[in-house]
């Protein structure tokens, strides 16, 4: 347990569905972080909120859309996915940006 | 922007010493070393960091030399449960939104360790 949990671990979802992804972290951090995990590649980094303020990564298209509503919790909303979008989604959190980060369990999204 | 490589594979047996080098021939001054492990299908999980010389805990150690431009992370006596993607990210003093902050987010290919019987 890193004090970083994910909901759903599993979520299975047609290209026309809409559904978020939840993160909550329970160590008083103050940064939270997205990143997406495709099979045999490197985590990218999607977005980062540091204080409840976006720091956007601007390669990140308009289907995923960031909502950070306080410090202790991070949604992905996602709507019109393509199929490779399917990957592991993992959120973060630091104390402070850029910190050593504690990683939730991540969120196997797969896009049919 | 300070940018590490590392081996892509290596393989061990069950209670050898491996030793992960890792590069980061441009590190800044402020940059600190951090080495995470992540196993399949799961979040990678802080093992060390280090800013020079040797750092030490119950995991692992970190072992910097003089010129920073390397580090190499040790793993003591491997078993099978330390198969796992190793990663090494440089970047700058926690909590400041530069440049250098922004390299302790991005993870590279990392090293894929695999330990045998």
């Known amino acids: 347990e890193t004090g970083v949990t994910q909901t759903p671990r599993h979520l299975v979802m047609g290209m026309t569905n809409k559904k978020s992804l939840k993160c909550e972290q329970h160590l008083g951090h103050n940064a939270m972080y997205w990143y997406k995990q495709s099979a045999k590649k490197p985590l990218e980094l999607m977005f980062v909120y540091s204080l409840e303020e976006r720091v956007e990564n601007n390669s990140v298209p308009s289907r995923f859309s960031p909502e950070c509503p306080n410090s202790s919790h991070l949604f992905l909303h996602l709507h019109t996915l393509q199929p490779e979008d399917s990957a592991l989604y993992l959120c973060?959190?630091?104390?402070?940006?850029?910190?050593?980060?504690?990683f939730g369990p991540g969120t196997r999204l797969t896009v049919l | 922007l300070a940018k590490t490589t590392q081996p892509i594979s290596m393989d061990s047996y069950e209670g050898q010493e491996v030793n992960i080098t890792c590069s980061h021939n441009?590190?800044?001054?402020?940059?600190?070393i951090t080495w995470y492990q992540q196993f399949p299908s799961q979040g990678p999980r802080f093992i060390i960091q280090?800013?020079?010389t040797k750092v030490t805990n119950e995991v692992a150690s970190l072992f910097i030399p003089a010129d920073r431009k390397s580090s190499t992370l040790s793993l003591p006596r491997v078993s099978l449960s330390d198969t796992a993607v190793y990663y090494c990210l440089v970047g700058d003093i926690p909590g400041e939104i530069l440049s250098g902050g922004y390299n302790k987010l991005i993870f590279g290919a990392g090293t894929r360790l695999a330990v045998h019987p």
């Open positions: 280090g800013y020079k």
């Open positions: 441009n590190i800044a001054t402020n940059d600190y």
């Open positions: 973060a959190s630091s104390q402070g940006f850029a910190d050593t980060q504690y």
